[in-house]
């Protein structure tokens, strides 16, 4: 129970990327209020830039972050930043708080809310590859539109159809992806014949390569961005680039104390179009609640997901009658 002098805010912002900014920026142009928890942890912390940000294309998350808080703060006053990790959410069901919401971070400090927006993101399933951790955000790249362009031209790009992308559907779809960067383009399935053998069938027409050889490991080339793929037969080879889309968890314990329901692919499920999860009250941005994990979408997922909150809080705030003698 939230202690009784716990100030009352019209939204807890859990996340400080860049939906949960986009979402405070929002909030505070109608005069909400909103405190945004960040600890410090994102998705694209390893990321040497960001790309298709109007702008802020080809810089650094970090600065953009940083930059958009003091933005943020230059201007408007309705909006706290609290740097803290926090360990519950809960929606009260007694009290005289009943229906908000409460936080506490890891020093049992409270925080009381009208509602909620999860903006935590994602953390990515990394393969237990040998190597792949070292390889990862360098020579193997989650996204060949954010991160591919700056290896264009090189000898020999590659796919790693595995985990969730372990079908013809994906490795068909990110090999001509891939193909726009190089004129060799081989799709790795890790051991998977039968699968090699389908996208050979199907692709190998069009002069792409599948490769069933299992990995032994993986290793990074300094200062270069290519990497060499090791197998478990001793042959090793030298790719420019590699695209991998790994399997993602939600980051934290908040979507199950709150209860909200998952999809099967295990983002959150949202209501179209303000992102309102299946929890009144609660409504979520960005990669947790999306099958298109990219910062334009945080963006305007951050903005609907402020507008959501917004229309519930101004209904509450302003739909009580009027005493006219008072």
């Excluded at 951790?133 to 790009?157: F, N, Q």
């Excluded at 372990?166 to 799709?187: D, G, M, P």
């Excluded at 996208?199 to 299992?214: D, E, K």
Aim: charged share 20%.
């Amino acid at each position: 129970m939230a202690a009784q002098d716990t100030p009352l805010y019209d939204c807890l912002i859990i996340g400080g990327g860049m939906a949960g900014l986009s979402a405070a920026l929002s909030l505070v142009r109608t005069l909400h209020t909103a405190v945004v928890f960040d600890q410090g942890i994102h998705r694209n912390d390893q990321a040497p830039h960001l790309a298709t940000i109007p702008t802020w294309d080809s810089q650094d998350p970090k600065r953009f972050r940083e930059q958009t808080i003091l933005n943020i703060q230059s201007k408007y006053n309705t909006v706290e930043f609290a740097d803290v990790k926090l360990e519950k959410v809960t929606k009260l069901t007694e009290g005289p708080n009943e229906g908000r919401f409460c936080v506490w971070d890891d020093k049992q400090r409270s925080w009381l809310g009208k509602k909620v927006i999860l903006a935590m993101g994602v953390e990515d399933q990394l393969p237990k590859i040998p190597g792949f951790d070292e390889c990862w955000t360098k020579g193997i790249v989650h996204c060949l539109v954010h991160r591919g362009y700056e290896e264009r031209g090189c000898a020999k790009a590659g796919v790693f159809a595995i985990d969730g992308d372990a079908n013809l559907h994906a490795a068909r779809h990110l090999a001509f992806q891939a193909r726009n960067l190089s004129t060799n383009v081989t799709i790795y399935t890790n051991g998977n014949t039968e699968l090699a053998d389908e996208i050979q069938s199907a692709l190998g027409p069009c002069g792409f390569q599948a490769q069933a050889r299992t990995f032994s490991k993986l290793a990074q080339n300094q200062p270069k961005r290519s990497l060499d793929i090791h197998f478990t037969d001793g042959t090793s080879e030298t790719v420019g680039i590699v695209v991998h889309r790994p399997l993602t968890k939600v980051r934290g314990p908040f979507t199950e104390q709150l209860g909200v329901e998952m999809t099967p692919e295990g983002h959150i499920k949202t209501n179209f179009p303000f992102n309102e999860t299946s929890v009144p009250g609660v409504f979520v941005a960005g990669d947790a609640g999306s099958q298109f994990k990219i910062g334009t979408q945080a963006v305007v997922m951050g903005a609907f997901a402020a507008g959501g909150v917004q229309m519930q809080v101004n209904a509450e705030n302003w739909s009580k009658p009027v005493n006219p003698a008072a």
